[in-house]
């Protein structure tokens, strides 16, 4: 039987837990919880570069994204495979979520925030959408997907969410003492740090774990929308 996480990360690709909440996850782990990442696509169009196929940039992508896992301490990496620029809320996709969640049952899930306004990667928005609503209500009921039952797979209640990428930010985690190992996961994602092309990027991630600490009585943070699950 697999054992249970503390934390679930649903990404949409590969890069977007390091960049939303790698901090936060670095010391979940030096606290002793254990963190799962579900990524949902590949990344295998997340690239300028018009020589590279497809396949090749996942399979690159998916090595960078192990790599960086094993950086912070997380436990375990699922990859979905689904089709980059092609995340659609299905029930298929959302079956594949609520698997993981009561696969791994984790009091904590964090995804990114489908409610972000405007200019917000789909794949960002709909990953969100169908992690919230995969919590809520259908990991929590045994009528929703009762074939899961049959796999041994039990209802499961979170406990709360974390939504990266917020414009409603609730919630500020401290990550003055694990800053550096964001950065060191970062680099992992070579691939896309040569697409990002920031001169600096420990500069660049320092000011922007500022700003997300404004109102906080900490040096760095990552900032996110929480909400509690009582039901």
Known sequence: MTPSADMLVVAAH???????VAGT????????KQVVYVVCTSGEKGTSDRKIKPELLAQMREKEQEAAARVLGVREVAFLRLPDQGLE????????VVRAIRKYRPRTV??????RRYIWHRDHRIAGQVTLDAVYPFARDHLAYPDLLDEGLEPHKVGEMLFFGSDDVNYRSDITSTFDLKIAALRCHESQM???KVPDLEKWM???SCSMAEGAE??????????EIKR
């Open 25 to 32: 996850v670095a010391r979940w782990v030096r606290e002793g």
């Open 14 to 20: 590969p890069d977007d837990a390091e960049f939303g």
């Open 194 to 196: 040569r697409e990002l």
């Open 110 to 115: 964090v995804t990114s925030d489908p409610y």
């Open 89 to 96: 809320d299905t029930a298929e996709f959302r079956k594949m």
């Open 206 to 208: 320092r000011e922007w």
């Open 218 to 227: 900490c040096e760095l943070a990552e900032a996110f929308h929480r909400i």
